[in-house]
């Protein structure tokens, strides 16, 4: 089980020879660094917000503007310039707020990334098992090239096949102790 990220151990709460159940917290990574992240991408996602805000805002001034200036057009008050320049802004201000919109977008994602990345700092055990190696030291360097630990099968249940000679087949017997070195 590597290290979902590099970072350093600041919790080892397993030694090698534990039995473990499925999603038993094992290890804990510094997170500070995901914490930041998380506080970096919410005080992203809320300038995004504020900016689609704005960007609607202008949208809607926009909008007005155009609309003032067909009814001067209608009534003779306007030139064709003054409503292609009303026309144009119009556009620039819905472009704008399309922009907005993906960056609010892309800001939201980027937060829920932070978070599941931060969710991360804690390693869990993926099966029940037993802890066949285990980190020894606090404040280790970590990386996920690595594994930090390895779980097998609970010892009671493994089956060990092994190769036996022809001669020595005959001595085998069901139910009968042996030994072996892996």
């Given amino acids: 089980l590597p290290a979902p990220f590099a970072g350093r151990l600041t919790g080892i709460l397993v030694k090698a020879g534990d039995r473990v159940r499925r999603g038993q917290p094992l290890a804990r990574l ?5 914490v930041y992240a998380v506080q970096n991408a919410d005080a992203a996602q809320q300038a995004a917000s504020a900016r689609k805000s704005e960007a609607q805002s202008g949208l809607e001034s926009a909008q007005q503007e ?22 144009s802004a119009r556009a620039r201000a819905k472009a704008g707020l399309e ?14 990334s932070a978070r ?7 390693l869990v055990a993926p099966i029940d098992g037993v802890v066949l190696t285990a ?17 097998g099968e609970a010892l009671d249940k493994m089956r060990v096949d092994v190769d036996v000679a022809e001669s ?11 030994h072996f070195d892996v």
């Fill in 30 to 34: 510094d997170d500070r660094e995901g």
């Fill in 66 to 87: 155009l609309t003032r200036v067909q009814r001067l057009l209608a009534r003779g008050l306007a030139s064709q310039q003054e409503l292609a320049a009303a026309e």
């Fill in 99 to 112: 922009a907005a919109r993906a960056q609010q977008g892309a800001a939201t994602a980027q937060l829920a």
């Fill in 116 to 122: 599941f990345t931060r969710g991360l700092g804690e």
């Fill in 135 to 151: 980190p020894e030291n606090l404040g280790s360097a970590v990386t996920p090239e690595r594994p930090l630990f390895v779980l």
């Fill in 168 to 178: 020595d087949i005959g001595l085998v017997r069901v139910g009968q102790k042996a």
